[in-house]
Nanobody
Framework: QVQLVESGGGLVQPGGSLRLSCAAS????????MGWYRQAPGKQRVLVAS???????NYADSVKGRFTISRDNAKNMVYLHMNSLKPEDAAVYYC?????????WGQGTQVTVSS
């Protein structure tokens, strides 16, 4: 059974930083590309960043140069380092495989960017 648990969200001022973590259980992590997604109120869930098992990354234009996705295959962890946060980055952040598999969505972690 696959389980993805996100953590690390919180309240941060504009320009601040956060690191999100995703702990993956089950057998998918060793073979899957992983992604971070976000959903703001009233908007669709969108892909923010993805990383292959080998470490190749891609980012949404809105976060390029500010966010960094990484993974630790030995620990079954994937991370999202977020710098220079803006109010428009506020959302619930989720990790999933890339492409996302509907059954793997977890609870997400809330990121609030406000002064």
């Amino acid at each position: 059974q696959v389980q993805l648990v996100e953590s690390g969200g919180g309240l941060v001022q504009p320009g601040g930083s956060l690191r999100l973590s995703c702990a993956a259980s089950g057998s998918i992590f060793s073979i899957a590309a992983m992604g971070w997604y976000r959903q703001a109120p009233g908007k669709q869930r969108v892909l923010v960043a993805s990383i292959t098992k080998g470490g190749s990354t891609n980012y949404a234009d809105s976060v390029k140069g500010r966010f960094t996705i990484s993974r630790d295959n030995a620990k079954n962890m994937v991370y999202l380092h977020m710098n220079s946060l803006k109010p428009e980055d506020a959302a619930v952040y989720y990790c999933n495989t890339y492409p996302a598999y509907p059954a793997y969505w977890g609870q997400g972690t809330q990121v609030t960017v406000s002064s």
